[in-house]
Antibody, heavy 123, light 110 residues
Framework: EVQLVQSGAEVKKPGESLKISCKGSGYSFTNYWIGWVRQMPGKGLEWMGSIYPGDSDIRYSPSFQGQVTISADKSISTAYLQWSSLKASDTAMYYC????????????????WGQGTLVTVSS | QSVLTQPPSASGTPGQRVTISCSGSSSNIGYSTVNWYQQLPGTAPKLLIYTSNKRPSGVPDRFSGSKSGTSASLAISGLQSEDEADYYCAAWDDSLNGPVFGGGTKLTVL
């Protein structure tokens, strides 16, 4: 069974750094893109960016470029989403997702989804 | 402001048929297939419809999807109380070179 398991909830102060993780299992981790999706409280879903662990190719949504860093460690089948200086507006649920193909492009979808990591940023 | 436009809410009574619309443009829905996700309260979204009209294993055939031009719709027939959830459409956007989502529709079963 293909699974994505995310790290636990985090409570941070503005200005602090954070790295959350997503571990893939049940498939060849290096052969599929892994993406991150943000859901702010009471709001909809936003794609942030994706990484191809096989060659570390990364695609960012323009809305998130420069705001976060996506990385992966293929030796432990884990992808990461990182902030260097958190803001209160980063408070959200973050999901990791995997598309069905190894190619980047249309006619893709996200399945499975990780269980989500709640990040709360408050002074 | 989401790239794809959905009505914020929809409702129906048990047994009824409801539809949820999703409107986009030639760079997204007009360019690629559409996917639908169901998010039950307090849970992660789940794939409901892919490639505009296909259901993953385990999704009841009460759920169906269609696409025409730059619009798509999700239909739920024989509405049940457990269908109460948020529903999101999504498509690839050629201009963004990435996926875009609708704002979500909250379905209430009266």
């Amino acid at each position: 069974e293909v699974q994505l398991v995310q790290s636990g909830a985090e409570v941070k102060k503005p200005g602090e750094s954070l790295k959350i993780s997503c571990k893939g299992s049940g498939y060849s981790f290096t052969n599929y893109w892994i993406g991150w999706v943000r859901q702010m409280p009471g709001k909809g879903l936003e794609w942030m960016g994706s990484i191809y662990p096989g060659d570390s190719d990364i695609r960012y949504s323009p809305s998130f470029q420069g705001q976060v860093t996506i990385s992966a460690d293929k030796s432990i089948s884990t992808a990461y989403l990182q902030w260097s200086s958190l803001k209160a507006s980063d408070t959200a649920m973050y999901y990791c997702v995997r598309p069905p193909w190894s190619s980047w492009g249309p006619n893709n979808w996200f399945d499975p989804w990780g269980q989500g990591t709640l990040v709360t940023v408050s002074s | 402001q989401s790239v794809l436009t959905q009505p914020p809410s929809a409702s129906g009574t048990p047994g009824q048929r409801v539809t949820i619309s999703c409107s986009g443009s030639s760079s997204n829905i007009g360019y690629s297939t559409v996917n639908w996700y169901q998010q039950l309260p307090g849970t992660a979204p789940k794939l409901l419809i892919y490639t505009s009209n296909k259901r993953p294993s385990g999704v009841p055939d009460r759920f169906s999807g269609s696409k025409s031009g730059t619009s798509a719709s999700l239909a739920i027939s024989g509405l049940q109380s457990e269908d109460e959830a948020d529903y999101y459409c999504a498509a690839w956007d050629d201009s963004l070179n990435g996926p875009v989502f609708g704002g979500g529709t909250k379905l209430t079963v009266l």
